[in-house]
């Protein structure tokens, strides 16, 4: 079946020391996004490519960054992870973008010890 | 910014009672979409309304979008356990991305 798949299910880092996170989509979709959720609250969008055109939202630290190398994979980096960045990161995808329904995959959950 | 508000943040209702999500905006909207996120999950699409006025139905759950398209509520009629989750909605300000609603977890007491 087509999905968006994340890997890990769970990440481990340390204070400050970078990490990388993986989304791949069999969709075909031109558009993916990043979004970080944090304990009961609604998911926040950090950046998204439009094919590869990347849109950074303005309130996003620049401690993250993204890379999409083709159609099918996009990371997310962590530069210098701070205990404030533990959360669950979730990558969705959507065929044009705008107003298309978004296809999350399962999630990263992250903790920063 | 554009902002979207969604009351109750919690709900606990006893099994078989019904349940109902407001989604308010000052900002009028393109479209809304709504989204389930079971407990440890990811959001699901549910459904997305566009007209103003709409009213769309799947099964138990009944979406509608208000006439000024500022305002969405989703309604579940006589709850089951399965409808355990957090409910989101999520407005289009006519722009490329989706602004998510603050959420409103509902818990079922059997």
């Known amino acids: 079946d087509a999905m968006v798949i994340q890997n890990p299910r769970y990440q481990v880092t340390q204070f400050g020391k970078p990490v990388t996170l993986s989304c791949s989509q069999t969709?075909?979709?031109?558009?993916m996004y990043w979004y970080q959720q944090k304990s009961s609250q609604a998911p926040k969008l950090l950046f998204h490519?439009?094919?590869?055109?990347?849109?950074n939202e303005a309130d996003t630290p620049d401690n993250f960054q993204s890379r999409r190398p083709n159609t099918s994979f996009c990371f997310l980096d962590i530069r210098s992870p701070g205990l404030g960045d533990a959360a669950m990161y979730l990558c969705?995808?959507?065929?044009?973008?705008?107003?298309?329904?978004?296809?999350f995959g399962s999630g990263t959950q992250l903790s920063v010890l | 910014g554009q902002q979207v508000m969604q009351i109750p943040q919690y709900q606990h209702v006893q099994e078989g009672e019904d349940f109902t999500t407001y989604c308010n905006s000052s900002?009028?909207?393109?479209?809304i979409q709504w989204y389930k996120q079971r407990p440890g999950g990811h959001p699901v699409f549910l459904i997305q309304?566009?007209?103003?006025?709409e009213v769309k139905k799947q099964k138990r759950l009944t979406f509608q979008f208000g006439e000024a398209k500022k305002n969405s509520s989703l309604h579940i009629t006589a709850t089951q356990t399965t409808d355990v989750g957090t409910y989101f909605c999520?407005?289009?300000?006519?722009?490329?991305?989706?602004?998510f609603g603050t959420g409103t977890r509902l818990t079922i007491i059997p």
């Open positions: 969705a995808t959507s065929l044009q973008g705008g107003s298309e329904k978004l296809f």
């Open positions: 969709l075909n979709h031109n558009v």
């Open positions: 490519y439009y094919d590869k055109d990347f849109n």
């Open positions: 900002t009028t909207l393109s479209n």
């Open positions: 309304l566009v007209k103003s006025g």
């Open positions: 999520a407005a289009n300000f006519g722009n490329e991305k989706l602004t």
